[in-house]
């Protein structure tokens, strides 16, 4: 399968084009990139260009990795990393809508969709299957989870869990269950998932303990559910809260 690079594209020495990659005109892939097969970049994104960062040393050599049949729309920017040897990382089947960006460091898994104008700031990570509505925005180190729906607009600078809905600034709007559903996931696990939910959001206390004391009672069997648990044991931010007035079942 032939890699196809359109005139006026530009393409440094030393990048590395998986099998069936298109670089439309006016595109700029730089020496630090390396793309799987059947990448497809759009007119004017720039990818592996120097990190947004006053203190970068650009002799450094960093790059950026993007996974095979990822689509990156028109004036996507993916900056490469800070740190020598380091990555800016993004998965597979991913789609990138114009003007998005990701910015030096940030880890963004497989299936996700950011749609137009939605910004990763440096560090932050996105989990499968998320997506980002148009002009999100995520603060530098937060963890967006697996299966998480960001509102369009949204100003996230908290860890949102796997499995919500979020939108405005940090609030839990629902759970992401029409979303699970969608990608088939079992209904047992559903089912303990949105128990596991309710559990950590309307338990009063300490949100990293209400869910530590959740998983250790061992009610919780399926994988899912459990790898919600388990995300409020990690990280150092702390966590996008639930409205007062409650959430409901949302559709992603």
């Known amino acids: 399968m032939a890699t196809t690079i359109h005139p006026t594209a530009l393409v440094e020495p030393g990048a590395q084009l998986?099998?069936?990659?298109?670089?439309?005109?006016?595109?700029?892939?730089?020496?630090?990139?390396?793309?799987?097969?059947?990448?497809v970049v759009h007119p004017f994104a720039v990818l592996g260009g120097d990190p947004q960062y006053l203190k970068f040393d650009r002799a450094i050599a960093s790059g950026v990795r993007v996974g095979a049949g990822t689509v990156i729309r028109?004036?996507?920017?993916?900056?490469?990393?800070?740190?020598?040897?380091?990555?800016?990382?993004?998965?597979?089947?991913?789609?990138?809508?114009?003007?998005?960006?990701?910015a030096h460091d940030c880890a963004v898994g497989n299936n996700v969709v950011l749609a137009n104008a939605?910004?990763?700031?440096?560090?932050?990570?996105?989990?499968?299957?998320?997506?980002?509505?148009?002009?999100?925005?995520?603060?530098?180190?937060?963890?967006?989870?697996?299966?998480?729906?960001?509102?369009g607009n949204a100003s996230i600078t908290r860890d949102v869990a796997h499995f919500t809905m979020v939108a405005e600034r940090d609030e839990i709007v629902g759970?992401?269950?029409?979303?699970?559903?969608?990608?088939?996931?079992?209904?047992?696990?559903i089912a303990e998932l949105k128990q596991a939910f309710h559990a950590?959001?309307?338990?009063?206390?300490?949100?990293?303990?209400?869910?530590?004391?959740?998983?250790?009672?061992?009610?919780?069997?399926?994988?899912?559910?459990?790898?919600?648990?388990?995300?409020?044991?990690?990280?150092?931010?702390?966590?996008?809260?639930?409205?007062?007035?409650?959430?409901e079942e949302a559709e992603g």
């Open 175 to 189: 759970f992401n269950a029409v979303g699970l559903r969608r990608r088939g996931i079992s209904r047992p696990a």
């Open 18 to 39: 998986g099998d069936g990659c298109e670089i439309q005109a006016f595109a700029v892939i730089t020496k630090h990139c390396v793309l799987g097969e059947r990448v």
């Open 118 to 151: 939605a910004l990763l700031g440096g560090h932050a990570t996105v989990g499968d299957h998320s997506f980002l509505g148009g002009g999100a925005a995520v603060h530098q180190f937060c963890r967006v989870g697996e299966g998480v729906m960001v509102a």
């Open 74 to 102: 028109e004036h996507v920017t993916i900056n490469r990393s800070i740190h020598a040897g380091g990555f800016t990382v993004v998965g597979e089947n991913c789609f990138l809508m114009a003007a998005s960006h990701v």
């Open 200 to 247: 950590v959001y309307f338990t009063p206390g300490n949100i990293r303990s209400v869910a530590a004391e959740a998983l250790a009672v061992g009610t919780y069997t399926t994988a899912e559910a459990r790898r919600f648990l388990e995300f409020f044991s990690e990280g150092k931010r702390s966590f996008a809260r639930a409205r007062r007035a409650g959430v």
